[in-house]
Protein backbone atom coordinates (compact mmCIF):
# COMPACT_ATOMS: atom_id res chain seq x y z
CA UNK A 1 0.00 0.00 0.00
CA UNK A 2 1.07 3.18 -0.87
CA UNK A 3 1.79 5.73 1.73
CA UNK A 4 3.14 9.45 2.70
CA UNK A 5 2.81 10.42 6.05
CA UNK A 6 4.45 13.70 7.11
CA UNK A 7 5.59 14.77 10.56
CA UNK A 8 7.30 17.96 12.34
CA UNK A 9 4.79 20.66 12.27
CA UNK A 10 3.50 22.70 15.42
CA UNK A 11 3.65 25.76 16.78
CA UNK A 12 6.69 28.49 15.78
CA UNK A 13 7.08 31.92 16.29
CA UNK A 14 7.62 34.25 13.72
CA UNK A 15 11.36 34.13 12.15
CA UNK A 16 11.53 30.68 13.32
CA UNK A 17 12.24 27.43 11.51
CA UNK A 18 10.89 23.71 11.30
CA UNK A 19 11.81 20.98 9.28
CA UNK A 20 8.98 18.61 8.05
CA UNK A 21 9.66 15.36 6.93
CA UNK A 22 7.08 13.17 4.37
CA UNK A 23 8.22 9.24 5.22
CA UNK A 24 7.07 7.30 2.05
CA UNK A 25 6.25 3.30 1.53
CA UNK A 26 5.27 1.32 -0.85
CA UNK A 27 7.01 2.44 -4.36
CA UNK A 28 9.97 2.78 -5.59
CA UNK A 29 10.53 6.12 -4.13
CA UNK A 30 13.78 7.18 -6.26
CA UNK A 31 11.36 6.84 -9.33
CA UNK A 32 9.02 9.97 -8.49
CA UNK A 33 8.59 13.65 -7.93
CA UNK A 34 7.85 14.64 -4.86
CA UNK A 35 5.95 17.84 -4.25
CA UNK A 36 4.98 19.88 -0.86
CA UNK A 37 1.36 21.61 -1.40
CA UNK A 38 0.30 23.91 1.39
CA UNK A 39 -3.19 24.63 2.33
CA UNK A 40 -3.68 28.05 4.77
CA UNK A 41 -6.96 27.85 7.11
CA UNK A 42 -10.38 27.55 5.22
CA UNK A 43 -8.27 28.61 1.65
CA UNK A 44 -7.59 26.69 -1.01
CA UNK A 45 -4.34 24.60 -2.43
CA UNK A 46 -1.07 26.13 -2.59
CA UNK A 47 2.09 24.33 -4.75
CA UNK A 48 5.10 25.09 -2.92
CA UNK A 49 7.68 23.17 -3.77
CA UNK A 50 8.81 20.22 -6.01
CA UNK A 51 12.15 17.88 -6.01
CA UNK A 52 13.25 15.56 -8.76
CA UNK A 53 13.82 11.48 -7.99
CA UNK A 54 17.55 12.56 -8.22
CA UNK A 55 17.66 15.04 -5.80
CA UNK A 56 19.23 17.19 -8.21
CA UNK A 57 16.24 19.53 -9.82
CA UNK A 58 14.35 21.75 -7.22
CA UNK A 59 11.31 24.37 -7.57
CA UNK A 60 9.95 26.73 -5.24
CA UNK A 61 7.50 29.00 -4.92
CA UNK A 62 7.97 32.72 -4.94
CA UNK A 63 6.33 33.73 -1.96
CA UNK A 64 9.18 30.51 -0.45
CA UNK A 65 11.98 31.17 -2.56
CA UNK A 66 15.24 31.64 -0.49
CA UNK A 67 13.56 30.71 2.98
CA UNK A 68 12.71 27.22 2.29
CA UNK A 69 14.69 24.23 1.63
CA UNK A 70 13.65 20.86 -0.05
CA UNK A 71 15.66 17.77 -0.04
CA UNK A 72 15.20 14.03 0.26
CA UNK A 73 16.99 10.83 0.82
CA UNK A 74 16.29 7.97 -1.33
CA UNK A 75 18.14 5.31 1.09
CA UNK A 76 15.49 6.56 3.44
CA UNK A 77 12.31 7.24 1.14
CA UNK A 78 12.14 10.60 2.62
CA UNK A 79 11.55 14.05 1.63
CA UNK A 80 12.06 16.83 4.05
CA UNK A 81 11.40 20.92 3.30
CA UNK A 82 13.31 23.26 5.62
CA UNK A 83 10.85 25.84 6.84
CA UNK A 84 13.35 29.26 7.79
CA UNK A 85 12.34 32.60 8.02
CA UNK A 86 9.21 31.80 9.03
CA UNK A 87 5.93 34.01 8.75
CA UNK A 88 2.34 34.25 10.26
CA UNK A 89 1.55 33.82 6.67
CA UNK A 90 2.78 30.69 5.85
CA UNK A 91 0.43 29.18 8.58
CA UNK A 92 -1.08 26.35 6.72
CA UNK A 93 -1.44 22.46 6.51
CA UNK A 94 1.59 20.98 4.52
CA UNK A 95 0.89 18.06 2.09
CA UNK A 96 3.37 15.99 1.17
CA UNK A 97 2.33 14.32 -2.58
CA UNK A 98 4.01 12.16 -4.97
CA UNK A 99 3.93 12.79 -9.10
CA UNK A 100 2.99 9.72 -10.70
CA UNK A 101 5.69 7.79 -13.05
CA UNK A 102 3.21 9.16 -16.34
CA UNK A 103 6.28 8.99 -18.77
CA UNK A 104 4.84 12.24 -19.98
CA UNK A 105 4.77 15.82 -19.10
CA UNK A 106 2.91 17.96 -16.65
CA UNK A 107 2.81 17.24 -13.07
CA UNK A 108 -0.17 14.14 -11.91
CA UNK A 109 -0.51 14.11 -8.25
CA UNK A 110 -1.81 10.97 -7.58
CA UNK A 111 -0.96 10.69 -4.09
CA UNK A 112 -1.61 13.08 -1.03
CA UNK A 113 -0.02 12.68 2.47
CA UNK A 114 -2.81 12.96 5.21
CA UNK A 115 -1.21 16.62 6.17
CA UNK A 116 0.78 18.35 9.13
CA UNK A 117 -0.05 21.35 10.31
CA UNK A 118 1.91 24.37 11.07
CA UNK A 119 1.30 27.56 13.24
CA UNK A 120 3.19 30.44 12.96
CA UNK A 121 2.47 32.93 15.45
CA UNK A 122 3.75 35.02 18.59
CA UNK B 1 1.80 33.04 -13.61
CA UNK B 2 -1.29 31.03 -14.72
CA UNK B 3 -4.54 32.38 -13.03
CA UNK B 4 -6.64 29.32 -12.77
CA UNK B 5 -10.66 30.94 -12.20
CA UNK B 6 -13.06 28.41 -11.01
CA UNK B 7 -17.07 28.88 -11.06
CA UNK B 8 -19.46 29.11 -9.54
CA UNK B 9 -17.82 29.39 -5.71
CA UNK B 10 -20.45 26.76 -4.24
CA UNK B 11 -23.35 24.34 -5.83
CA UNK B 12 -26.20 22.92 -3.61
CA UNK B 13 -27.28 19.91 -5.83
CA UNK B 14 -30.41 17.63 -4.89
CA UNK B 15 -28.97 13.59 -4.86
CA UNK B 16 -29.48 12.48 -8.21
CA UNK B 17 -29.38 15.90 -10.13
CA UNK B 18 -26.20 16.74 -12.52
CA UNK B 19 -23.71 19.44 -11.90
CA UNK B 20 -20.86 21.47 -13.57
CA UNK B 21 -18.27 23.09 -12.56
CA UNK B 22 -16.48 25.68 -15.02
CA UNK B 23 -12.72 26.60 -14.69
CA UNK B 24 -10.80 28.66 -16.93
CA UNK B 25 -6.83 29.42 -17.38
CA UNK B 26 -5.21 32.54 -18.31
CA UNK B 27 -3.21 30.55 -20.44
CA UNK B 28 -3.25 27.70 -22.69
CA UNK B 29 -2.62 24.32 -20.84
CA UNK B 30 -1.59 22.80 -24.63
CA UNK B 31 2.12 21.04 -24.52
CA UNK B 32 3.96 20.72 -27.55
CA UNK B 33 3.85 16.99 -27.01
CA UNK B 34 -0.23 17.27 -27.53
CA UNK B 35 -1.30 16.82 -24.05
CA UNK B 36 -3.00 19.38 -21.91
CA UNK B 37 -2.78 18.98 -18.57
CA UNK B 38 -5.31 19.95 -16.35
CA UNK B 39 -6.57 17.83 -13.43
CA UNK B 40 -9.23 17.67 -10.91
CA UNK B 41 -9.03 16.84 -7.44
CA UNK B 42 -11.64 16.34 -5.06
CA UNK B 43 -11.75 17.36 -1.43
CA UNK B 44 -13.91 15.87 1.10
CA UNK B 45 -14.47 16.99 4.04
CA UNK B 46 -11.47 16.61 6.28
CA UNK B 47 -9.37 14.65 4.22
CA UNK B 48 -6.50 15.15 1.99
CA UNK B 49 -7.50 16.23 -1.61
CA UNK B 50 -7.73 12.75 -4.90
CA UNK B 51 -7.24 12.72 -7.72
CA UNK B 52 -10.57 12.23 -10.25
CA UNK B 53 -9.52 13.66 -13.43
CA UNK B 54 -6.43 13.46 -15.38
CA UNK B 55 -5.53 15.39 -18.76
CA UNK B 56 -8.54 17.18 -19.00
CA UNK B 57 -10.81 14.01 -19.57
CA UNK B 58 -9.28 10.39 -18.07
CA UNK B 59 -10.71 9.21 -15.10
CA UNK B 60 -8.44 8.14 -12.49
CA UNK B 61 -8.22 4.59 -10.54
CA UNK B 62 -11.16 4.39 -8.70
CA UNK B 63 -12.89 7.14 -9.84
CA UNK B 64 -16.77 6.47 -10.80
CA UNK B 65 -18.00 6.92 -14.22
CA UNK B 66 -20.24 9.70 -12.89
CA UNK B 67 -17.48 12.15 -13.17
CA UNK B 68 -16.30 13.56 -16.53
CA UNK B 69 -14.19 16.38 -17.66
CA UNK B 70 -13.84 18.11 -21.20
CA UNK B 71 -12.59 20.91 -22.81
CA UNK B 72 -9.24 22.12 -24.50
CA UNK B 73 -6.69 25.21 -24.24
CA UNK B 74 -7.95 27.16 -21.50
CA UNK B 75 -11.57 26.39 -20.67
CA UNK B 76 -12.63 23.15 -18.62
CA UNK B 77 -15.22 21.34 -17.64
CA UNK B 78 -16.17 18.78 -14.56
CA UNK B 79 -19.34 17.29 -14.86
CA UNK B 80 -21.24 15.12 -12.18
CA UNK B 81 -24.08 13.60 -13.99
CA UNK B 82 -26.20 12.32 -10.74
CA UNK B 83 -24.65 13.82 -7.52
CA UNK B 84 -24.68 11.53 -4.29
CA UNK B 85 -23.72 12.20 -0.98
CA UNK B 86 -19.99 11.11 -0.62
CA UNK B 87 -19.46 13.62 -3.57
CA UNK B 88 -19.94 16.71 -1.59
CA UNK B 89 -16.51 18.54 -0.65
CA UNK B 90 -14.33 21.09 -2.54
CA UNK B 91 -13.41 20.69 -6.04
CA UNK B 92 -10.12 22.25 -7.36
CA UNK B 93 -8.54 22.40 -10.68
CA UNK B 94 -4.80 22.67 -11.01
CA UNK B 95 -2.62 23.16 -14.11
CA UNK B 96 0.20 21.25 -14.43
CA UNK B 97 2.41 22.51 -16.99
CA UNK B 98 3.25 26.02 -15.92
CA UNK B 99 5.60 26.87 -12.86
CA UNK B 100 4.45 27.82 -10.75
CA UNK B 101 1.81 25.22 -10.53
CA UNK B 102 -1.56 26.76 -9.64
CA UNK B 103 -4.97 25.47 -8.20
CA UNK B 104 -8.27 27.22 -9.00
CA UNK B 105 -10.13 28.49 -5.65
CA UNK B 106 -12.68 25.56 -5.46
CA UNK B 107 -15.93 24.60 -5.47
CA UNK B 108 -18.07 24.30 -2.92
CA UNK B 109 -20.31 21.16 -3.45
CA UNK B 110 -23.25 20.56 -1.24
CA UNK B 111 -26.34 18.44 -0.86
CA UNK B 112 -29.39 20.57 -0.95
Known amino acids: DVQLVESGGGLVQPGGSLRLSCATS????????MYWVRQAPGKGLEWVSR????????DYADPVKGRFTISRDNAENTVHVHLRSLRVEDTAVYFC???????????????WGQGNLVTVSS | DVVMTQTPLSLSVTPGQPASISCKSS???????????LYWFLQKPGQSPQLLIN???SRFSGVPDRFSGSGSGTDFTLKISRLEAEDVGVYYC?????????FGGGTKVAIK
Open chain 1, 97 to 111: VRRAETGTGGNLFDV
Open chain 1, 26 to 33: GFTFSRHW
Open chain 1, 51 to 58: INGAGNIR
Open chain 2, 27 to 37: QSLLNSDGRTY
Open chain 2, 55 to 57: EVS
Open chain 2, 94 to 102: MQGLHLPLT
